[in-house]
């Protein structure tokens, strides 16, 4: 097929898009327009009909987006994880979402063999900034404390269910990061028993940086204890975040922060402006006279003998 047949083909299928005159106009021509750029570069190689058709048709399939039910399918079964990931990564861009998609994929992030999959599953729920996606991020990132009732000697015995945090330091990293994008009371809480209690700095940090986006009293109360965490940047995220939901800067003692929330009646009034820096005022001492009297000392030190008192003194 030479360059001619292509573009004629190319013209053909044209026609018939701009006669249905649907919302895919414009994204179909453009496709198109890099088809026949592809396939007048192919015709130099291959002049086969056949082959010209493949080329077409597998470049058209990975420009033009997935039909979302292939999409979710692929985020469920595909036994390959990144294919998984992937799908996730797509279903991400995704508008108003239901709970029955924050609830398949909160339950991936919870339930995914793979940390990959599970960090994406987080990243996707935080896109979404849906209330319905702070439960599983909470689960993920600190972890669920419950009780359960249970048969013990005839009498009901209330014994502490838990479920553990995810084990991956990336994945709770990226759950804190989610937390932070969505706008629920809720979700403070988890961001600050991260940052009290997770091992890892890097959970830490993302936890303290998130809490900045809560406009809350709770989260910079929460924000206090991070600043004498051992990790500088642990500490300096919690300065930072304080900084950002209150506009000030009172350096890194907590019992400043601790003092200014408590008596300040609207302690967040400077949200999201720069930090007002407290600047020392200092007195200017005019020290010429005590700096000469010191020099003389010194001399008198370092020559007793010349500092004796002759017969003329």
Not at 120 to 130: N, S, Y
Not at 231 to 258: F, H, K, M, N, Q
Request: proline share 5%; hydrophobic share 40%; charged share 25%.
């Amino acid at each position: 097929m030479n360059n001619g047949t292509a573009n004629r083909r190319i013209s053909n299928i044209e026609y018939r898009i701009m006669k249905d005159g649907n919302g895919t106009r414009f994204v179909a021509l453009l496709v198109l327009a890099l088809c026949a750029a592809v396939m007048a570069a192919g015709c130099q190689k291959d002049d086969s009909e056949e082959n010209q058709g493949f080329q077409l048709q597998t470049f058209v399939s990975k420009a033009l987006p997935r039909p979302g039910a292939e999409v979710l399918k692929d985020a469920v079964t595909s036994p390959d994880a990144d294919a998984r990931r992937t799908s996730l990564g797509e279903m991400a861009k995704w508008k108003n979402p239901d709970n029955k998609l924050i609830e398949l994929v909160g339950l991936t992030l919870l339930g995914d063999g793979e940390p990959l999959v599970r960090s994406q599953a987080a990243r996707t729920l935080g896109a979404w900034k849906a209330a319905g996606g702070v439960t599983y991020l909470s689960k993920g990132l600190t972890g669920e404390m419950g009780a359960a009732t249970v048969t013990g000697s005839g009498q009901p015995v209330v014994t502490p269910q838990v479920r553990m945090a995810d084990t991956n330091r990336l994945v709770r990293t990226d759950c804190a990061r989610a937390l932070g994008e969505i706008a629920a009371e809720a979700a403070v809480k988890p961001l600050v028993d991260a940052l009290r209690f997770d091992p890892e700095a890097d959970v830490r940090t993302a936890a303290a940086q998130a809490l900045k986006e809560h406009r809350s009293v709770s989260a910079a109360n929460g924000l206090v204890p991070g600043l004498a965490d051992g990790d500088v940047a642990v500490a300096e995220s919690s300065r930072e975040s304080l900084g950002y939901l209150t506009g000030r800067d009172l350096g890194g003692e907590p019992a400043a922060w601790s003092q200014f929330l408590a008596e300040s009646k609207e302690p967040l009034a400077g949200y999201g402006h720069q930090p007002k820096r407290q600047t020392a005022v200092t007195k200017q001492i005019d020290t010429h006279e005590g700096q000469k009297e010191g020099v003389k000392q010194i001399f008198k030190d370092m020559f007793p003998l010349e500092n004796k008192e002759g017969p003329f003194d």
